[in-house]
C-alpha cells in the first residue's frame, strides 16, 4: 500500500471535461480500507481500458489472475488472445459512439498503490497533469488497445458469474444497468 512509483510508470486519468487544470482531491466513491482522507484517483496503462466509456456506463470487466482456475479461464475468457474482456450494455452504444473522453496523464511522484489488481492508485495531494488527450472514437481505442467487447442484453448475470469466480474483476457503475426480472443490483462497485 505504501509503494511509491518510480517515472518508468505512467497513469492517468480519464473525464469527460476537457478543462480540469488541477485535480484536487476529493472523498472516495467507494470504501477502501487503505484511503485515510480526500485523494485523486489514478489508473495505470494496462487497465486504462476499463475507463474508456462514458463515466455512467455500466460494464463489467474481467482477466485472469494468478490463481484463477483454468475452468473459470476457459468458461469466460475461452480463446482471448489478450485476456481482457470488457463487458457493456447494448442500449449503451450510441452514446458510447458519440461520447469524446479526456486522458490526462499525470506525474507519478505523489502517486501510491491502492489496489495492484483494479490498476488504482491515489495521491493526497493535488495533481497538475503534465498532458491531455482527447479521444474520439472510445470502441476504436478499446480494440486497438486488445480488449474483447462484449455487447450484451443485460450485465447482471455475468456480473453475479464473474463476482463468484476466481478472475480479476471490476463490476463499475452497476447500478445504471438494466434490471430484468429476479435480478437485483449487485452492491460492490469499486468506483473512479
Not at 494496462?46 to 476457459?74: I, M, W
Not at 496523464?105 to 483494479?118: M, N, Q, S, V
Not at 442484453?153 to 471490476?170: G, H, K, M, N, W
Not at 444497468?177 to 468506483?191: C, I
Amino acid at each position: 500500500m505504501t509503494e511509491n512509483l518510480t517515472n518508468s510508470f505512467r497513469l492517468y486519468h480519464i473525464s469527460e471535461d476537457p478543462s480540469i487544470k488541477r485535480f484536487e482531491p476529493r472523498p472516495s466513491p467507494s470504501h477502501y480500507e487503505g484511503i485515510n482522507g480526500e485523494v485523486v484517483f489514478a489508473i495505470t496503462d494496462k487497465l486504462l481500458h476499463n475507463y474508456l466509456l462514458p463515466r455512467d456506463c455500466p460494464r463489467v470487466t474481467f482477466y485472469a489472475k494468478q490463481g484463477t482456475s483454468q475452468q473459470d479461464k476457459e468458461i469466460f475468457l475461452g480463446k482471448n488472445a489478450s485476456g481482457y474482456v470488457v463487458a457493456i450494455e447494448n442500449k449503451w452504444r450510441d452514446l458510447i459512439e458519440q461520447t469524446t473522453l479526456y486522458c490526462y496523464e499525470f506525474p507519478t511522484d505523489d502517486f501510491i498503490l491502492l489496489d495492484e489488481g483494479a490498476g488504482y492508485y491515489i495521491s493526497y495531494k493535488a495533481v497538475t497533469p503534465i498532458s491531455i488527450r482527447p479521444i474520439d472514437n472510445l470502441l476504436d481505442e478499446l480494440l486497438k488497445r486488445g480488449v474483447e467487447l462484449r455487447f450484451l442484453p443485460t450485465l447482471l448475470p455475468l456480473a453475479q458469474e464473474v463476482s463468484q469466480s476466481t478472475l480479476q474483476f471490476s463490476l463499475i457503475r452497476m447500478r445504471n444497468a438494466t434490471q430484468t426480472t429476479n435480478e437485483s443490483s449487485l452492491s460492490n462497485d469499486k468506483e473512479i
